[in-house]
């Protein structure tokens, strides 16, 4: 097949392998010794030399309903030969309205709008540009400030890294957006290390947004930003109260609540978003990722009526918010995107988290008390093992359990610094946790 040959090629030839830069990579030290994959079906990636690895990731938090979907692979190659592009600007395609409505029915009341983009870097900046468009168009222009927080990811766009709490994914990138502060992060080991689930402790940390409101005056407040759960500092969870306080002082402020719900979207946590998970509901949500489980590139935004409706009032023939995609609502990835919301629908898939989160969250927590593991966090079918540092060496120490998992014990898994995070896709059972949690705590003994 064609495949098999592009792999033969890639593998057969290693210094061939310069030309792609590869994103968020350490490019010289993999082309050493390559990691690649071949195929997937399910929850098995096969490798390109003949190994079946399980998949502990989701991809990359975004195969949900595991790979290789028959019915995804079907409308996706219907929608191609039947046609492959069509504009959205002043134009239009029956898919992205179909899908619309669909995403509109499984979105909290009452975030029925949809912005469609490319990736969750570009919902977010989306979701930002909407908010202080919003402001402007009401007449509250002076809230041009966004809050962001510590160990915050919103992808990699500039309203993202500006945003976001990462400090190497700002570091370089000169002095970003102005007029952005942060809260600080909720991650306390000290406090609330091996939580099961929610952590006890934290919910003061919320009133960094009221202390931060004030300190600039809430009304130059446009809006705050937080993932529900994030994933890509490593697992860092919402304290008991915390989300809920964080609504309370952006409605008391005029303060729009964003949710970056790009990996807890769409079942990763019980439900189809977070916020209806938690019972927290913002103004707006970013998602990407399983919304087409992964297969086409596709992002979107929600936006609450109340938001939309306010674009709405101008002369009828002005475009009211001059932002948008040439691939917005693209024909691919509407195909793939409703396509998956059928699968995820038929295998009741959002409610996976629910129900097998009682047993995840037990076989993590096995691994307490092995070596070097300091703390152990779930919730939904999300969980990260965070291990001490090497001294002045952040990050290898994970770094050699993600190899021997993949290399030797045919096991995929992310590694952020010292931290293992899991994310498989909804569609495991309980033998696959069994086995995740097997190797890695072979992998983690063998890598002290
Ligand atoms: N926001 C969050 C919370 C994410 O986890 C990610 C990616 O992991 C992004 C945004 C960026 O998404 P993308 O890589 O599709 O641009």
Known sequence: SLHEHYAQVATSQPDKMDAFWMPFSANRQFKKKPRLLASAKGMFYRSVDGREILDGTGGLWCCNAGHGRDRITAAVSQQIETMDFA??????????????????????????????????????????????????????????RIIGREKGYHGVGFGGISVGGLPNNRKFFGPLLPGVDHMRHTLDIARNGFSKGLPEHGIELAEDLERIALLHDPSTIAAVIVEPISGSAGVVLPPKGYLERLR?????????????????????????????????????????????????????????????????????????????????????????????????????????????????????????????????????????????????????????????????????????????????????????????????????????
């Open 248 to 448: 309370e002082l952006c409605t008391k402020h005029g303060i729009l609540l964003i949710f970056d719900e790009v990996i807890t979207g769409f079942g990763r946590v019980g439900k189809a978003f977070a916020a209806q998970r938690f019972g927290v509901t913002p103004d707006l949500i970013t998602c990407a990722k399983g919304l087409t489980n992964g297969s086409v590139p596709m992002g979107a935004v929600f936006a609450s009526n109340a938001i939309h409706d306010t674009f709405m009032n101008g002369p009828e023939g002005a475009i009211e918010l001059f932002h948008g995609y040439t691939y917005s609502g693209h024909p691919l990835a509407c195909a793939a995107a409703l396509a998956t919301l059928d699968v995820y629908a038929e295998e009741n898939l959002f409610e996976k988290a629910i129900e097998l989160g009682d047993y995840w969250e037990q076989k993590i927590h096995e691994l307490r008390g092995l070596p070097n593991v300091i703390d152990i966090r779930n919730f939904g079918l999300i969980g990260a093992i965070e291990l001490s540092s090497r001294p002045g060496a952040v990050g290898a120490r994970a770094y050699d359990v993600f190899t021997t998992c993949f290399h030797d014990k045919d096991l995929l898994i992310r590694v952020t610094g010292d931290v293992i995070a899991l994310s498989p896709p909804l569609i495991l059972e309980k033998n696959h946790i069994d086995r995740i949690f097997g190797i890695l705590a072979e992998a983690i003994r063998e890598t002290a």
């Open 87 to 144: 504009p959205t600007f002043q134009m239009g395609h029956p898919l992205p309205f179909l899908l619309a409505e669909r995403l509109a029915a499984i979105a909290p009341d009452p975030l029925k709008h949809v912005f469609y983009t490319n990736s969750g870097s570009e919902s977010v900046d989306t979701a930002l540009k909407i908010a202080l468009a919003y402001h402007r168009v009401r007449g509250e222009g002076q809230r041009t």
